[in-house]
């Protein structure tokens, strides 16, 4: 992942992405244009436009608040967030966020994706991560 898109990622954060220097003018001078995030981007010239560098865009993905035991029962109604690509949910190995910015995983357990008419059942494992999805 890349860096965080947050304003208190450090300087190894971002060392830690382009992965050749230990100077912000040597990770500037290394870094990838299409890969500096426009709206943080600036001249260039501060940590700060390191900001979401090689970030993951992610995609929103109506879910369930995975409180009952059986959830596909429940009505998805909660706004979350993945880094998949699968139009249909979240899949095997995607990452689930509680928020826009990427910076909160999802708790694990079992949740209720909405796919069209139909939904899957979304299990979550530590940090996020998609273990598993069944049709319901």
């Avoid at 109506?62 to 998805?76: A, F, I, Y």
């Avoid at 899949?91 to 909160?104: E, K, Q």
């Avoid at 069209?116 to 530590?126: A, K, L």
């Amino acid at each position: 992942m890349g860096v965080p898109n947050t304003t208190t990622f450090t300087l190894q954060n971002v060392v830690d992405v382009i992965d050749n220097d230990d100077n912000l003018v040597g990770c500037f001078n290394d870094a990838v244009a299409s890969k500096f995030d426009s709206n943080y981007e600036g001249s260039k010239n501060q940590l700060l436009n390191f900001r979401n560098y090689d970030g993951v865009t992610l995609i929103a993905v109506t879910m369930s608040s995975g409180t009952s035991k059986d959830v596909c029962n429940e009505t998805p109604n909660i706004t979350r967030y993945t880094d998949g690509t699968d139009s249909s949910g979240p899949v095997v190995g995607d990452v689930v966020y509680t928020n826009s910015t990427g910076t909160s995983f999802l708790a694990s357990g079992n949740y209720k994706s909405q796919m069209g008419s139909s939904g899957s059942n979304v299990q979550i494992g530590s940090n996020g991560v998609v273990t598993a999805r069944n049709s319901c």
